[in-house]
């Protein structure tokens, strides 16, 4: 225990035998009995309220207004004892039914308050509808009982009183009545024991306060009240132990993990004292209203009588057959004699687990699902409030599960899950709570984590990710896309937490997969751009915003033009020219790349032949065309469409693919075949930073490598450019064209010749043109090359 605790409860144990001392041998003396008690009183006070108030600044979360109003209380009181004090050292009178009175039920009215708050703390630990509805009850049988056996009687007294002094005796007795039922109302309903623990210590020192009350009121009612009365020990007794309270409350934690009391267990039976309370004061109303009462009056109590018993028989009957069940699933499955009993526990006990399996956990992977998580998060939420700390939440999406699912099947991806929830749970350990959201979403929660430990962890599943899984004798692989936010760092509330970590996942994704995002402020204005853009690229589709830019491909020799790549624009009306960098990922998602990409063709093809007929008869057109547009079913029927609606020479289209097309090579080699067949030539784009397989290489249809930008970039720190040389090698024993791509200097030009790339493109001969720009760049470039 507590030292110092233990001292403060020694404190006011020679508080109270010094105070009772006192009173005993100062009895006799009013001024000394009167400024004694104000003395002691006052000191009781003081300490109690410097007390709760401590308690109020120390605790956190949202019980600490508990003390609050309750230190409010122990405030008003000693303000209206030091009233009482001079009043009567004044007036040399017993006050009653004055300001100090006044103060005091103000107080009272923030004991109420202090109350209502634990209601509010124990909201998810006990029905608070039903709850509502007995409180109701219990306070309208003893308003109505305080009315007519002791209010009404006090204000028909044939003692003259003031109606501040009425006014005053009917709110004691209304409050602390107040007080009286809301204490037996929480008392039989706070089912988890550590609030019922500290709810109790509440409970003690109201209750002396409410009989102090009793004793006080009925002495200065009938003018029996004296200085030096023993009742005067017991209000700052009460208050004292209210003060006491507060500080023990620090030592346990309020928020259990099983805070729902199960039906049917016998903790769960005090709302019987509504039924009970209600039924007497029927039969109170009945014989007070004797020899006053009609047939229709005794019949409408009668009624009322016999509805109250049916619902507590029936209350009654369903817990015994609740309790039962519980019995049979095996709480006294050891004291059953015989083989039947046991098995019909065991096989309802299985019942129970199989729900409770059912409700938290997800069938396929047994991990927990979202519901569990998200109230285990809550939980770590609600524990932060009493200590500080960190807990961060991982939300991760399986890269490439989408594709693996449809080329295995659903069984496949099923098997694929289970197996990604098995690395999981060996990767983390026990200390990590781990669930499925849907789909192949995960979440982790970390408890006890700062932002360095996240990553570290993150990291580790990264790596444990990128080892390949076997799926029915198939290699495939899945890697992971981690958004991480931190408590509090990123939110203080579950929903936050999950929707700032999905939201770096997502740009975790969106910035090449295979990698973690912490969330911040930053990445939260991306996320709202992406929306604001996701919400306008349908309108940009129907309104025409979308524009075609063309960069000239060059014969690096001559420097002439053999061709060109179209390069789509968004120019926003608002936000002006917005790089494909940052749409297409996003039409990718949306499912608008297919409109977007046919929209790029078909200008492409129209301004080829229009240049065709304009007399630019050896140039050809690159087409990017993204792996979910070229694994539409239809794709080859579109493109056949296209080129016979712009009567374009198929051998004059070009159509760039990225290698994630090369994933499934199965399913793309025909229709690669059949873009062939058409004439149209293939190239694989960005080459070297993707996904080829050099044993699939030399068996596809395709005619031209390029070599991607970063590659062409290192030839400025690494002149000898091995990887360029290889790519070019490469291509050149294939047989394949090979075109270098974001040539920016007069040094990789050399180079590029040098090891006899013949064709490239880049800002060093052309930034991408208009349609009207490239075409007088065209007829300039033929110009320089015939002079040359």
């Not at 001292?7 to 100062?26: A, G, M, N």
């Not at 308003?143 to 002094?165: D, G, K, Q």
């Not at 958004?483 to 929707?499: A, E, F, Q, T």
């Not at 044993?695 to 990887?723: Q, R, S, V």
Request: hydrophobic residues 45%.
């Amino acid at each position: 225990m507590n030292t110092t605790n233990l001292k403060r409860k020694l404190f006011i144990l020679i508080y109270f035998v010094t105070f009772s001392i006192f009173l005993y041998y100062w009895k006799g003396h009013p001024i000394v009995s009167l400024i004694g008690t104000c003395v002691f009183s006052s000191i009781a006070y003081a300490i109690s309220t410097t007390w709760l108030i401590s308690s109020f600044r120390k605790i956190t979360g949202k019980q600490r207004y508990i003390w609050l109003w309750l230190g409010l209380c122990g405030f008003c009181l000693l303000v209206a004892q030091l009233y009482w004090t001079i009043y009567q050292i004044t007036f040399q009178t017993i006050p009653y039914g004055n300001l100090g009175d006044l103060i005091r039920l103000i107080g009272y009215v923030m004991n109420l308050i202090a109350l209502f708050y634990v209601m509010k703390v124990m909201k998810d630990t006990i029905p608070m509808i039903a709850f509502l509805f007995h409180v109701v009850i219990l306070m309208i049988v003893g308003f109505s009982i305080c009315w007519s056996f002791i209010i009404h009687p006090i204000l028909n007294y044939p003692r003259e009183l003031s109606v501040l002094s009425s006014s005053i005796s009917t709110g004691y007795i209304l409050l602390d009545a107040s007080l009286f039922f809301a204490i037996i109302c929480l008392l039989y309903s706070s089912f988890n024991p550590a609030v019922r623990k500290v709810f109790y210590m509440i409970s003690l020192p109201l209750l002396i306060q409410i009989m102090a009350d009793a004793f006080y009121n009925y002495q200065s009612y009938y003018e029996k009240y004296t200085n030096g009365n023993y009742v005067n020990l017991l209000w700052p007794m009460a208050q004292l132990l209210m003060g006491l309270s507060a500080l023990l409350s620090r030592e346990f934690q309020w928020i259990q993990r099983e805070s729902r009391m199960k039906i049917g267990s016998p903790e769960n039976k005090g709302f019987y004292i509504t039924y009970i309370s209600s039924g007497l004061f029927l039969i109170v109303s009945l014989v007070y209203h004797q020899g006053k009462l009609d047939v229709l009056q005794i019949g409408i109590y009668l009624i009322m009588l016999l509805l109250l018993f049916k619902q507590v028989f029936s209350t009654i009957e369903n817990r015994r057959m609740i309790e039962k069940l519980y019995r049979l699933a095996g709480s006294e499955s050891t004291n059953q004699t015989g083989t039947g009993s046991t098995k019909r526990g065991n096989y309802i006990q299985g019942l129970f687990l199989k729900i409770e399996e059912l409700v938290h956990f997800d069938a396929l992977t047994k991990l927990a699902n979202n519901s569990l998580f998200h109230k285990r998060v809550q939980l770590e939420i609600d524990l932060m409030q009493h200590r500080e700390g960190k807990f961060s939440i991982l939300f991760i999406d399986m890269d490439r599960f989408k594709n693996i699912n449809d080329r295995l099947g659903h069984h496949g991806g099923n098997l694929l899950l289970q197996q990604i929830a098995d690395r999981f749970c060996s990767t983390l350990g026990g200390k990590a709570m781990i669930s499925r959201m849907s789909g192949d979403e995960f979440t982790i929660l970390l408890p006890d984590t700062n932002q360095q430990k996240s990553i570290l962890v993150a990291e580790k599943i990264i790596h444990e990710f990128s080892k390949p899984f076997f799926i029915k004798g198939n290699e495939v692989y899945s890697t992971a896309s981690i958004g991480i936010s931190i408590y509090p760092d990123h939110g203080n509330d579950v929903d936050v937490l999950m929707k700032n970590a999905d939201t770096a996942m997502y740009l975790a994704k969106e910035e090449g997969k295979n990698q973690f995002k912490i969330f911040s402020v930053t990445l939260q204005q991306k996320q709202t751009r992406r929306i604001e853009l996701e919400s306008q690229l349908r309108r940009a589709i129907q309104q025409e915003q979308f524009l075609l830019y063309y960069q000239p491909l060059v014969e690096l020799g001559s420097g002439g033009v053999v061709g060109t790549e179209a390069l789509i624009r968004w120019n926003h009306p608002e936000l002006g020219m917005i790089s494909p960098l940052e749409f297409i990922p996003l039409a990718e998602d949306t499912g608008l790349i297919e409109p977007i990409g046919t929209w790029v063709m078909k200008t492409a093809c129209q301004q080829m032949k229009e240049w065709q007929e304009a007399g630019l008869t050896n140039i050809f057109i690159s087409v990017n065309v993204s792996a979910k547009q070229f694994k539409d079913p239809l794709f080859t029927s579109k493109v056949v469409g296209i080129l016979s609606e712009t009567g374009l020479d198929p051998h004059l289209l070009k159509i760039e693919l990225t290698e994630s097309v090369l994933q499934d090579i199965e399913i793309m080699i025909p229709i690669l075949m059949r873009l062939k067949d058409l004439g149209v030539k293939i190239a694989i784009d960005d080459f070297g930073t993707g996904y080829s397989s050099l044993a699939y290489l030399k068996h596809l249809p395709i005619d031209c490598l390029k070599i991607d930008k970063a590659f062409i970039d290192e030839l400025i720190d690494n002149p000898e450019g091995p990887l360029v040389k290889t790519i070019m090698s490469m291509g050149k024993n294939l047989q394949y064209e090979v075109i270098a791509e974001g040539i920016e200097t007069k040094e990789q030009v050399k180079f590029l010749k040098e090891i006899d790339c013949v064709l490239g493109q880049g800002y060093y001969y052309s930034r991408p043109l208009s349609a009207t720009e490239f075409e007088s760049y065209v007829n300039e470039s033929y110009l320089t090359a015939a002079v040359s």
